[in-house]
């Protein structure tokens, strides 16, 4: 008899057999729960303009570095990119060095045209591309005093600081 058959017959094997966990799975692992989107956005608004909130509240919910907030129509944005259409150096540096997802945005505002100028010569469209709320990469160089890379843009044709998101 084998140790399967063994358990069956036993009244403890099968209450053995209904707790042994599957091959592969560990009782630690749960479905995530989503963060409460009243705290994404709180964070997304502080990420505009409040440093002490945002290592504050980083602090207390790391992964609430990589949330995002949907204003409406798809407009979403994360607390990182609030900082950059701000021109909020100061955060945007925080959170990159914690981690955050930085965008061909925030680097322009941030003055990166080492990083900048390589991708628009890639991908020559994304100098037209809308950002959260709709504000191009012009506002985010002049926002971040990126002189450099605010003539870049201009020699390529963007005027628009600003695109309506549809």
Known sequence: MNRHESLQKTTGGLLVLGTVPKPGFSQQQQEPVPLEMKLVKDFVVA??????????????????????????????????????????????????????????????????????KPVLETYPELIFAKGPHGFTLLHHARKGEAKELEDYLLEKGLKDTFIKIK
């Open 47 to 116: 990420g505009h303009k409040d440093l002490p909130l945002v290592k504050e509240m980083l602090n207390e919910r790391p992964n609430l570095i990589y949330s995002s907030y949907d204003w409406g129509s798809g407009d979403f944005e994360n607390a990182i990119e609030g900082a950059g259409h701000m021109g909020n150096k100061e955060i945007a540096n925080f959170l990159v060095s914690k981690g955050a997802r930085a965008s061909l945005f925030v680097l322009t505002m941030l003055g990166k045209t080492s990083l900048v």
